[in-house]
């Protein structure tokens, strides 16, 4: 998925958590921040991967395994410290497993989404769809070229869940505005 629908399916996430936790200060401005910045921390490898975009889930940014570790780590260790750094331990590890869930579904071809679940025992990626081979023009013109979005919009199911999201997560952001503008002029 584009990091538009990240930021907004982890910010929907981090909502939904506080809806369920009401009392838990998930629905701090501040704590839904981490959400979203660790909803698009998966694909940073995009920057250091060799391939670039088209190769970056091959990295273990892209693998349930290293997230448990990290997050189990990170919660822990915020348990010694205060509520305050606990929730945000607990809002981040909804950001990266809300990005792990949407390429997960999202999956159209290798190298379009698609996640290494069973990593390191298995390389192989997973998607709500099977994986198919990506055509050639794709692999050629990678980048944000025309041939990716034309190739993106052919799945019609994973497109409009796509801009569903999106706009989802953009609506309650709106409508949330002047509660978060009171918790800053607080
Ligand atoms: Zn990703």
Redesign the pocket.
């Known amino acids: 998925?584009t990091p538009f629908a990240?930021t907004a399916g982890s910010y929907l996430a981090a909502e939904l958590a506080a809806k369920l936790m009401p009392y838990a200060g998930i629905n701090e401005p501040t704590v839904l921040l981490t959400a979203v910045i660790a909803g698009n921390l998966?694909?940073l490898d995009m920057f250091f991967v060799k391939g670039g975009s088209l190769k970056?889930?091959n990295t273990i940014t892209?693998t349930p395994i290293f997230w448990i570790i990290f997050c189990s780590l990170f919660i822990i260790i915020s348990t010694f410290i205060n509520h305050y750094i606990f929730i945000n331990a607990f809002a981040f590890t909804i950001g990266v497993f809300t990005?792990l869930f949407l390429?997960w579904f999202a999956a159209r071809g290798d190298g379009v989404g698609g996640?290494r679940l069973l990593y390191p025992w298995s390389k192989k990626h997973y998607g709500f769809h099977k994986l198919k081979k990506l055509p050639n023009y794709v692999v050629k013109n990678f980048k944000f070229s025309k041939y990716l979005f034309t190739y993106y919009w052919k799945d019609g199911l994973l497109f409009y869940s796509e801009i569903l999201v999106i706009l989802a997560g953009m609506g309650l952001f709106i409508a949330n505005v002047p509660e978060y503008v009171k918790y800053f002029l607080k």
């Open positions: 998925m990240h998966p694909d970056h889930r892209h990005h390429d996640i």
